[in-house]
């Protein structure tokens, strides 16, 4: 069965240091999202993104962070100088045709020290 | 601003009874939604999804709508240890791809 990957599982950064995330969504899939869970919190959506660029995108997603499909699989996710709050787990979702289901990727764990 | 609200729980339930979940949302012009079973540490699941009022089965689980009310719910029948989790309801307006999530209800299911 199909599914969205993610790497790397864990991501360890220091603060001020940009990372990036990427994802491969499911192959037939045309809309794509970032959301991140903070340790305990609900889950907050950040970005979408189709037809290659972003459809839209919450209050959290300010200048520090970018979005990209480099090629036609991987979707990634930068955050240019993270902070200590942006620890969180960035899940990557695909929305199946018809705008139905939406699946999630296994996460990275994003931890800033 | 769009809210879904679900009591944290934890539900503690026997093994083999009915579990059931509740989660209530904001916005009238929500259409679509969407259960989803957690497990520590792990991403999202998509349990079921339902748009119209009324109920909707899929082996152990039923989903239930109230678009009068703005109340979905999940029930779990002959619930098992490994149904314990967090519980995720989210819902999503009409002409929106983005659904709102609430914070989750964490399951217990004991022997």
């Known amino acids: 069965e199909p599914e969205v990957t993610q790497t790397p599982s864990h991501q360890v950064t220091q603060m001020g240091q940009e990372v990036i995330l990427r994802c491969v969504p499911i192959?037939?899939?045309?809309?794509f999202y970032w959301y991140r869970q903070i340790l305990g919190q609900k889950v907050e959506f950040l970005v979408s993104?189709?037809?290659?660029?972003?459809?839209?995108k919450s209050e959290i997603f300010d200048d520090q962070f970018s979005v990209e499909r480099p090629d036609g699989s991987n979707f990634t996710l930068k955050i240019r100088s993270t902070k200590l709050e942006d620890s969180a787990m960035y899940f990557c979702?695909?929305?199946?045709?018809?705008?139905?289901?939406?699946?999630f990727g296994p996460g990275t764990r994003l931890t800033v020290t | 601003q769009k809210e879904v609200e679900q009591n944290s729980g934890p539900l503690s339930v026997p093994e083999g009874a009915i579990a059931s979940l509740n989660c209530t949302y904001s916005?009238?012009?929500?259409?679509?939604f969407f259960w989803y079973r957690q497990y520590s540490g792990k991403s999202p699941e998509l349990i079921m999804f339902?748009?119209?009022?009324g109920d909707k089965e899929d082996g152990r689980f039923t989903a239930q709508l109230n678009k009068a009310s703005q109340y979905v719910s999940l029930l779990i029948r002959d619930s098992q240890p490994s149904d314990s989790a967090t519980y995720l309801c989210?819902?999503?307006?009409?002409?929106?791809?983005?659904?709102?999530f609430g914070r989750g209800t964490s399951l217990i299911v004991h022997p």
């Open positions: 916005d009238r012009g929500s259409q679509s």
């Open positions: 979702a695909s929305l199946a045709p018809g705008g139905g289901e939406q699946y």
């Open positions: 192959s037939n899939h045309l809309y």
């Open positions: 339902i748009y119209s009022n």
């Open positions: 989210a819902a999503r307006s009409g002409g929106s791809y983005i659904p709102t």
């Open positions: 993104f189709y037809n290659n660029e972003i459809s839209e």
